[in-house]
């Protein structure tokens, strides 16, 4: 078989595709299950079937307000004179049985009395004193939900492996299940690297900056439901890289780091990585966020993104996230990608795989239209915020003219519906 990380032929570099099939062939979904409440799982991964242990609805009940009846009731023609014998509400069911030439007046949600078999709205019909007049065209066996219409006991509702969303959680309450059990959240440990960072808690002097890129990726991880340990900021010193290095691999099942990993002296984390660890492969072909590292130390997995605000975000969304994904025992559902109408020209150099950021809109037509956001290079972060979008360049792409179709990639929707 061959290696998905050491391709046989083709160049050193790897494209995303290639280095994604190598990072997910890596990694594993973490051990270990919790049981816990409802309110708690949103986000979490079920870690068991969920089979209906009760028919739903429970009982067949009315889906408008209007008047139960028994469809031999009404004539074939004309308008059908039916006695209110009385009344069905939701919580208080009738608890009579009809007779012939009877019906209930019954509100949604209310229990079908026994003999009835049909509800006509309440919109359709005139009431006469106790009686109502059902008109011939009214149609029978209508306006219930049947029991066990939605759901039959025993019927598998949610398989292991879903990413719990609010839909689930509700379907779940109403199947009377209070808890469940879910996979153990990963926990990833992650840490800055730079002698030019700064903690926001102090000034900045001349040539230093703040620390931004621990906030992005907290953000990052926060939104996929991680643990998420923040180990702070360290220097380009090889002992001290070291030793957070491996302090994170004992407390975590992934170790995040930016900064270094680039060819300059001052990138220390993959020489260092060298020594303690393994290293799988350190360059993708993609913009931004060529230089990546991918390996291993003890039994964390371990990625060092580069240094640069946007490439941080841009690796950590193509790259780290479906790793995470799989880690957190869910299927890393297919991307979602869109073609839309590109506003202006981009310009790109053929070789790399091309995230631009940008705004997807659409016109008063119903057209997808896409902005790129402008200058591109991976320090700016601002105009990473202002975005909602990556258009997606394939590698040998020379760019786009105004007015090009282009393929996109919106940046929300993957985070809440996976
Ligand atoms: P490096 O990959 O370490 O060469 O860093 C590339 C660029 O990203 C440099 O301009 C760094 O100053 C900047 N950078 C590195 N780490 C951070 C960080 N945590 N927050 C903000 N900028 C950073
Ligand atoms: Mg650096």
Redesign the pocket.
């Given at each position: 078989m061959t290696d998905p990380c050491h391709p046989q032929s083709g160049p050193k570099v790897l494209s995303l595709k290639q280095a994604l099939d190598c990072i997910l062939a890596h990694v594993a979904p973490v051990t270990g299950d919790e049981q816990i409440l409802l309110k708690d799982c949103p986000g979490r991964v079920l870690h068991q079937n969920i089979y209906s242990p009760v028919d739903i609805p429970q009982d067949s009940q009315s889906s408008m307000d209007g008047y139960a009846f028994n469809s031999a009731d009404l004539k074939t023609d004309g308008v059908s004179r039916l006695t209110i014998a009385g009344i069905s509400w939701a919580g208080r069911p009738y608890t009579g049985t009809l007779k012939t030439g009877e019906c209930v007046r019954i509100f949604t949600g209310a229990l079908i009395p026994d003999k009835a078999d049909s509800v006509v709205i309440q919109e359709n019909v005139l009431t006469r004193a106790k009686a109502v007049e059902i008109p011939s065209r009214t149609r029978v066996l209508d306006n219930i939900r049947l029991r066990g219409d939605e759901l039959r006991q025993g019927a598998l509702v949610l398989k292991k492996g879903k990413r719990l969303g609010p839909a689930d959680i509700g379907v779940l309450a109403s199947l009377g299940i209070a808890d469940i059990k879910v996979r153990r959240k990963p926990r990833v440990a992650f840490f800055?690297?730079?002698d030019?960072?700064v903690p926001l808690d102090r000034q900045i002097q001349a040539g230093q900056?703040?620390?931004?890129?621990?906030y992005t990726l907290y953000g990052l991880l926060d939104a996929i439901g991680i643990e998420a340990l923040d180990l702070g900021?360290v220097g380009?010193q090889d002992n001290a890289i070291a030793e957070a290095l491996l302090e994170a691999s004992r407390i975590s099942d992934v170790v995040i780091t930016?900064?270094?990993?680039?060819v300059?002296e001052?990138?220390r984390v993959k020489p260092v990585l060298e020594s303690i660890g393994q290293i799988e492969f350190w360059k993708i072909a993609m913009k931004p966020g060529k230089?990546l590292a991918f390996g291993q130390i003890d039994n964390a997995v371990f990625f060092g993104l580069?240094?640069?605000?946007v490439?941080?975000f841009v690796t950590f969304y193509q790259v780290v996230r479906p790793a995470l994904l799989r880690m957190m025992g869910t299927t890393v559902g297919k991307k979602v990608l869109l073609q839309a109408r590109c506003v202006s020209a981009i310009t790109k150099v053929p070789g790399r795989q091309e995230f631009q950021r940008a705004t997807l809109e659409w016109t008063e037509h119903g057209e997808a239209t896409v902005l790129p956001a402008g200058k591109q290079q991976s320090?700016n972060l601002s105009t990473m915020a202002a975005s909602n979008c990556f258009i997606v360049l394939p590698a040998d792409s020379d760019g786009a003219e105004a007015g090009d179709t282009v393929e996109v990639e919106p940046i929300d929707v993957p985070f809440h519906f996976n």
């Open positions: 800055s690297t730079g030019e960072l900056i703040y620390d931004s890129n621990r900021t380009d930016s900064g270094g990993v680039s300059g001052a990138d230089p580069p240094g640069n605000p490439s941080v320090h």
